[in-house]
Every structure is written in structure tokens, then in C-alpha cells.
T-cell receptor, first 116, second 111 residues
Framework: DSGVTQTPKHLITATGQRVTLRCSPRSGDLSVYWYQQSLDQGLQFLIQYYNGEERAKGNILERFSAQQFPDLHSELNLSSLELGDSALYFC???????????????FGEGSRLTVL | AQSVTQPDIHITVSEGASLELRCNYSYGATPYLFWYVQSPGQGLQLLLKYFSGDTLVQGIKGFEAEFKRSQSSFNLRKPSVHWSDAAEYFCAVNNNNDMRFGAGTRLTVKP
């Protein structure tokens, strides 16, 4: 158990719909990362938050958005869903090392999204 | 451009045989280096990490990795593979908060 909790574990929805994925980081971790994993694209970095602020942005579509709340949990919102958005979405949290760099990531078990 | 390369998409080894999974990176400075393992339907679990110091690091499940600065490599090794090691393995590199993952190597273990 990594200490990172993601809900829901599975989600099936239709094209054009909107879903929200939720992540609770490990206790004390201020950084939250979102990744998308699909068969053809591998593990793709979407976005990182640190203590409520967006810190880095990767290959995140404009239809996707995220936020980190004051209690440090994070939500990833996916809208106008397309078939190609079907994937595993992982959340990870990390510690901040001395000097401000990020240590290892601790991953949740993922949310499997199926768009029909 | 900064990148992490795992040259082998798929490797098959016999149970009890030794294993080496390759990882190369292209960064100017020495980044933080990691190996993760992902079993089917699971999240990624940290096997080991290198930040500084001794270039041979030990991890969980009997794995070790060696950082070679001259080759920009961080290869993962295990002397004797068990059937339960069958999984996907990811090398990851963190350079100044830019965390990147390789494409992964799928390990199949033959009985």
C-alpha cells in the first residue's frame, strides 16, 4: 500500500461526457502528479501540483483540467470525452527534498476509464 | 532534448537466470534515478533509487542497479529471476523536478 488513494477504480462512460477522478496523496506529501497510461502512448505525464499551485504541465489536453485543494487532495477533470481517452489514470505524490527537488513518486492503483 | 530510453521493449528469461534491464538518459547533469515495477492492473512500485554516493544501489525483491556516469546509464540487475518478477519495469529520471519515465520493458519469465 503506497498510501496514495484514487477513486473510482473503474469508470465506464460515453463519448462527450465529463468525469472527475479523485486522488488523496500520502500524508505529508505536498506534490501531486497525474499520469495517463495507455497501450499505445505508454506513461504520459499530465500535470503536477505543489501545495495547491500548478507546478508543471505535460501532455495535458485542453479538455482536461486539474486542481489541488487546501487539504492537498487533487481532482482531474476530463471533459468532452473521446474514445481515445480510454486509459489508466494514475496519481502519484512525492516528498520534497532539501533544495526543493522532488524525491521518488508514490503511485496510487489508478483509475481505469473506459469511454464507449 | 532530455529523454529516458529503455532499448528493450520485451525481454524473456528463464526462471533462475540472471537479468539485466537497460536504461539510458540524456541530461546535462546527474539526475535522480529510479526503477519502478508495475504488475498487471497495479500501480507502479518503487524498486530502488539513486540520488548520490555509491553507484551500486540495492533495492527491494533482490534487485540492484548501477549508475555509470560515463555511459549515462542506470541498468537494473537481478542475479536469479523468479516467476513472480514477471511485470513491466520502468526507468525514471528526475532532473530539477522534471520527472520522466522510459517506455518500459516487459519481462516474461519462462518456467
Amino acid at each position: 500500500d503506497s498510501g496514495v488513494t484514487q477513486t473510482p477504480k473503474h469508470l465506464i462512460t460515453a463519448t462527450g461526457q465529463r468525469v472527475t477522478l479523485r486522488c488523496s496523496p500520502r500524508s505529508g506529501d505536498l506534490s501531486v502528479y497525474w499520469y495517463q497510461q495507455s497501450l499505445d502512448q505508454g506513461l504520459q505525464f499530465l500535470i503536477q501540483y505543489y501545495n495547491g499551485e500548478e507546478r508543471a504541465k505535460g501532455n495535458i489536453l485542453e479538455r482536461f483540467s486539474a486542481q489541488q485543494f487546501p487539504d492537498l487532495h487533487s481532482e482531474l477533470n476530463l471533459s468532452s470525452l473521446e474514445l481515445g481517452d480510454s486509459a489508466l489514470y494514475f496519481c502519484a505524490s512525492s516528498v520534497q527534498l532539501a533544495g526543493g527537488n522532488t524525491g521518488e513518486l508514490f503511485f496510487g492503483e489508478g483509475s481505469r476509464l473506459t469511454v464507449l | 532534448a532530455q529523454s529516458v530510453t529503455q532499448p528493450d521493449i520485451h525481454i524473456t528469461v528463464s526462471e533462475g537466470a540472471s537479468l539485466e534491464l537497460r536504461c539510458n538518459y540524456s541530461y546535462g547533469a546527474t539526475p535522480y534515478l529510479f526503477w519502478y515495477v508495475q504488475s498487471p492492473g497495479q500501480g507502479l512500485q518503487l524498486l530502488l533509487k539513486y540520488f548520490s554516493g555509491d553507484t551500486l544501489v540495492q533495492g527491494i525483491k533482490g534487485f540492484e542497479a548501477e549508475f555509470k556516469r560515463s555511459q549515462s546509464s542506470f541498468n537494473l540487475r537481478k542475479p536469479s529471476v523468479h516467476w513472480s518478477d514477471a511485470a513491466e519495469y520502468f526507468c525514471a529520471v528526475n532532473n530539477n523536478n522534471d520527472m520522466r519515465f522510459g517506455a518500459g520493458t516487459r519481462l516474461t519469465v519462462k518456467p
